[in-house]
């Protein structure tokens, strides 16, 4: 079994300031990683994956994540934020050979003027 | 393309009357289907997935109820809602190389 845990639950930032949300997962296999956003009433849409390879992933709207295998970790990064980032982000993680996913709480970035 | 729709968008019923609510995948076969449930402030949660017509597993035991007579139409009922069902309902795909889900735009259930 996989778990998530997102260690900010809101994140506050200015404008063009870089921002980090923190994730950290646990797993006893090897996993797929995942970060999604959701914008208000909205379905979640995936930003990126780390499936192997690179552990440095872009993704869409200038974010990216680094998967740390040691530190179980894969916090999502943005050198320089707008306020259209303001929304819920959700890390999630799934096994290899599981197609479901478990996902975090949620960490809620809000991009101030 | 793939697209995924989902149906209603917003929902309001009363204590102890059924559910119905309808997903449909189109542009791919064979997909992996699943149902989650988001409550208010909160992550999600999965409720049901399914990796084919009638193979349905159900992650939390609940008075709700999941079917896919169709391989690419999900459908989440209840025969009797209770105030603990409200919240943001959302359905997803995902191919077999899992390579992360596609949700649909989700429909919001008030019980009162």
């Known amino acids: 079994a996989q778990s998530v845990t997102q260690l900010d639950s809101q994140v506050p930032v200015f404008e063009e300031a870089p921002v980090e949300l923190r994730c950290n997962y646990s797993?006893?296999?090897?996993?797929?990683l995942f970060w999604y956003v959701q914008y208000p009433n909205q379905g979640l849409q995936l930003l990126l994956k780390?499936?192997?390879?690179?552990?440095l992933v872009k993704g869409i709207n200038g974010f990216e994540a680094e998967f740390n295998k040691s530190q179980t970790s894969f916090h999502l990064r943005k050198p320089s934020v707008h306020i259209s980032d303001t929304a819920e982000y959700f890390c999630?993680?799934?096994?290899?050979?599981?197609?479901?996913?478990?996902f975090g709480d949620g960490t809620t970035l809000t991009v101030k003027p | 393309s793939q697209t995924i729709h989902q149906w209603p968008a917003t929902l309001v019923q009363p204590v102890g009357s059924p559910l119905s609510l309808e997903c449909t995948v189109e542009?791919?076969?064979?997909?992996?289907l699943y149902w989650y449930r988001q409550a208010a402030g909160r992550g999600l949660q999965l409720l049901f997935y399914?990796?084919?017509?009638?193979?349905i597993s159900s992650e939390v035991p609940q008075n709700l109820s999941a079917s896919r007579p169709q391989d690419r139409q999900f459908i989440l009922s209840s025969k009797k809602l209770l105030l603990s069902d409200s919240g943001f309902y959302l359905c997803?795909?995902?191919?077999?190389?899992?390579?992360?889900?596609?949700f649909g735009s989700g429909t919001r259930l008030t019980v009162v």
């Open positions: 997803a795909w995902s191919d077999v190389r899992i390579n992360g889900y596609t």
């Open positions: 399914s990796i084919g017509i009638d193979q």
């Open positions: 780390y499936l192997s390879g690179s552990t």
């Open positions: 797993s006893s296999v090897s996993v797929y």
């Open positions: 999630a993680v799934s096994g290899l050979n599981a197609g479901k996913s478990t």
């Open positions: 542009g791919t076969s064979n997909p992996n």
